[in-house]
């Protein structure tokens, strides 16, 4: 009984990973489905932060849910407890629609499945936590991270200090995530070729001197990536353009140039944390 219940978590769990990895919303037989990120922690409740391409991020940033009746799986299907939900790990949530509180902003989740974590033993666990890493003043800066999805890619952003503007509802982009310092990320996928995405900044500032990107997590699959920089009187910008299974993704920074140093570090780590995903699911 222990194995059968084993292999339809698995089974389940397999299920859930399918439908999700394209981002968003999903409807299943079990529920409705949507990853988010674990804030905050009291008992069974859990403060969660859903992914910025879900219809729960447009309706409430951060949620409230109650996972007491939940089972709770890793990404390998083993069945864990509570005790192996931890500050920061990116989950998936099933509820059921037709069973919310009234309160808004409150679910009761029916199932948890732990995205790209197995438990290997009964011992409390933490997700290991993304970073960035870049120079300031000289110096070496880490700095905690979250991840930011689309249709066939994701970059990591900062944790702190951070905002997410969604600017449609598709998954496809532009997301922009910016600062108080007026540095700004924008990432978005179009249905163009690489030439076509140079065009398509060589009409908006000229004839740019596009060079190679030479990133081995995106040229390891086989996609060509290329950058071009631009300087304006008050901003350094930089266009980056990678091929992903659908057209190509475009991904844009600004920063003033008087933090050009820090911060132009800072927004080329989180170019270069770009990740295309090689089949697009």
């Given amino acids: 009984m222990h194995a059968l219940k084993k292999r339809l978590g698995l089974l389940l769990s397999l299920v859930l990973i399918v439908l999700i990895s394209a981002c968003g919303t999903k409807h299943t037989d ?7 990120r674990i804030e905050a922690m009291e008992g069974s409740l859990l403060t969660v932060t859903p992914e910025i391409t879900t219809k729960e991020y447009k309706k409430s940033k951060t949620l409230t849910v ?15 407890g509570q005790s192996s939900l931890g500050l920061g790990m990116e989950i998936y949530i099933t509820y059921s629609e037709q069973n919310m509180e009234s309160t808004e902003g409150y679910i009761c989740a029916t199932h948890i499945q732990l995205k790209d974590l197995v438990i290997e033993s009964a011992a409390p666990t933490e997700s290991p936590r ?5 120079s300031l003043n000289g110096e070496t800066e880490t700095i905690y991270a979250k991840k930011i999805l689309l249709k066939d890619c994701s970059i990591k952003v900062p944790m702190d200090g951070w905002e997410e503007s969604v600017l449609d509802d598709a998954g496809y982009g532009p997301v922009e995530i910016y600062n108080e310092n007026h540095a700004k990320v924008s990432i978005m996928q179009k249905n163009l070729s690489l030439d076509e995405a140079e065009n398509y900044y060589n009409e908006r500032y000229g004839n740019l001197e596009w060079k190679n990107w030479a990133r ?25 353009i990678s091929e992903c299974a659908t057209g190509t993704i475009l991904l844009e920074s600004y920063c003033p140039n008087e933090t050009a140093d820090g911060t132009g570090s800072l927004l080329q780590s989180m170019a270069n944390s770009l990740y295309v995903n090689p089949e697009g699911k």
């Fill in 130 to 134: 993304d970073v960035l890493t870049y």
């Fill in 30 to 36: 079990a529920g409705t489905v949507f990853l988010g």
């Fill in 66 to 80: 109650d996972n007491a009746a939940a089972d709770i799986f890793d990404s390998a299907g083993n069945k864990v």
């Fill in 216 to 240: 081995d997590i995106t040229l390891g699959y086989g996609y060509g990536a290329r950058y071009a920089e631009y300087v304006e009187e008050d901003q350094y910008l930089t266009f980056y």
